[in-house]
């Protein structure tokens, strides 16, 4: 409240002088006693914390026109970005009411209304808003941002598409990554209804936007891995690991699985082998180790993990080998390794998985577009000790 008061007061002090000069020039003399007594009254309110009814009378007292028309603007944005809606809400709501308003002035504070119903949470006014400035050939960067922010979070993807488009075409400023994005959502939304030919068109219309979109390699994939296409599925989550390796663990397990499909595990060897010399994170010496006490292996899996941790200590590798220990244990032994085991299990508990190289959200599942920032494909697997 005390900063609210310090911000107010250089308003207050404006707002006194411009008044007093606006009636002056209206009415002589003969009107300072009113103008006093209503920036007196609005001091009254500041001094006893009651900031809400000052601005009223602040506002109030200041006649918008070419001198004051800003400072309106200002204090409006300024309440927005402080978390206070309503009053930013008020201030432009009183600036667009006025009709003295120049077309430039009003179309401003259109924009500035429109973030602040954004702001607020409703988007279908500010939609509105933002449509209006589109018509008015007005502030057309800033009302199509928009706009797509708004298209994104209604999850209208087609919308956001086209928006997206004339977003490029007054910036010169390419969306294809972003939009590629939008053609996945619409494709796991078909995917989910079981609608192929929608599904093969969203990825194809993603390719079209940004040729190395993992997103929608991984969405052929799982397509083909669906449909029974084992090898051509294997090709595109191989693709992803080209596209962008930090990706890999929300592949492997399905190449493993097509290649156990196709009864051709020694090709998954080979892979194994080779990302092994790509990647520095746990998840294919896991899948190696595994690979390894598939084919009876035991003794080998183990001295291979111990060899891995040497180089690559995580906590996901030392659980993995004390639970194989247990299974060759008995007595105190046992007991020992069962509460290391647990140990090593509370190191793990409730840590997060992924993390966004933007903002650091961090989460448990894997997010194409990030809670936090809202920001497209900038969540990836957490690489660590005690992550990947």
């Not at 970005?81 to 432009?92: L, N, P, Q, Y």
């Not at 797509?148 to 969306?175: F, L, M, N, R």
């Not at 296409?229 to 592949?251: F, G, T, W």
Request: aromatic share 8%; proline share 3%; net charge negative.
């Amino acid at each position: 409240m005390t900063e609210l008061i310090w911000l107010l007061l250089p308003v207050a002090a404006a707002s006194g002088w411009m008044a007093a000069r606006s009636s002056f020039r209206r009415e002589g003399k003969r009107s300072g006693f009113d103008v006093s007594s209503e920036y007196f009254k609005g001091l009254n309110y500041l001094l006893n914390e009651q900031p809400d009814k000052a601005i009223e009378v602040f506002i109030k007292m200041v006649e918008v026109d070419n001198d004051t028309v800003e400072t309106h603007l200002a204090l409006g944005s300024l309440f927005r970005r402080r978390g206070e809606v309503d009053r930013a809400i008020r201030i432009h709501q009183n600036l667009i009411a006025r009709p003295t308003l120049n077309s430039e002035q009003r179309s401003h504070a259109l924009l500035e209304l429109g973030e602040d119903y954004m702001k607020a949470g409703l988007l279908d006014r500010a939609e509105n808003l933002f449509q209006e400035l589109l018509e008015l050939n007005s502030h057309l960067p800033d009302a199509l941002r928009n706009l797509i922010d708004i298209y994104q979070q209604e999850q209208e993807w087609e919308k956001a598409i086209e928006t997206c488009s004339q977003y490029e075409k007054i910036t010169g400023k390419s969306c294809g990554e972003i939009v590629a994005q939008y053609c996945c959502e619409m494709g796991e939304k078909a995917m989910h209804e079981g609608d192929q030919l929608k599904l093969h068109a969203c990825i194809e219309q993603a390719f079209r936007h940004d040729k190395n979109c993992v997103r929608a390699s991984i969405l052929q994939g799982q397509k083909d891995q669906r449909e029974g296409q084992y090898d051509k599925a294997i090709q595109n989550y191989e693709k992803v690991i080209s596209q962008d390796i930090d990706y890999l663990p929300e592949v492997i397990d399905e190449i493993r699985e097509c290649y156990l499909k196709l009864a051709r595990p020694e090709e998954m060897d080979r892979l194994l082998d080779k990302i092994l010399t790509l990647y520095d994170g746990i998840t294919p010496i896991l899948y190696k180790a595994e690979q390894l006490l598939g084919q009876g292996h035991g003794r080998q899996a183990m001295e291979f993990m111990v060899e891995q941790l040497r180089h690559k200590p995580s906590v996901k590798g030392l659980k993995w080998l004390v639970e194989q220990s247990l299974n060759r244990s008995e007595g105190k032994a046992r007991e020992n390794l069962n509460i290391l085991r647990d140990l090593v299990a509370t190191l793990l508990d409730d840590k997060p998985v992924y993390e966004c190289l933007q903002c650091g959200f961090s989460g448990k599942s894997m997010h194409w577009q990030c809670p936090g920032c809202k920001q497209w494909n900038c969540v990836k697997p957490i690489k660590g000790v005690q992550a990947e």
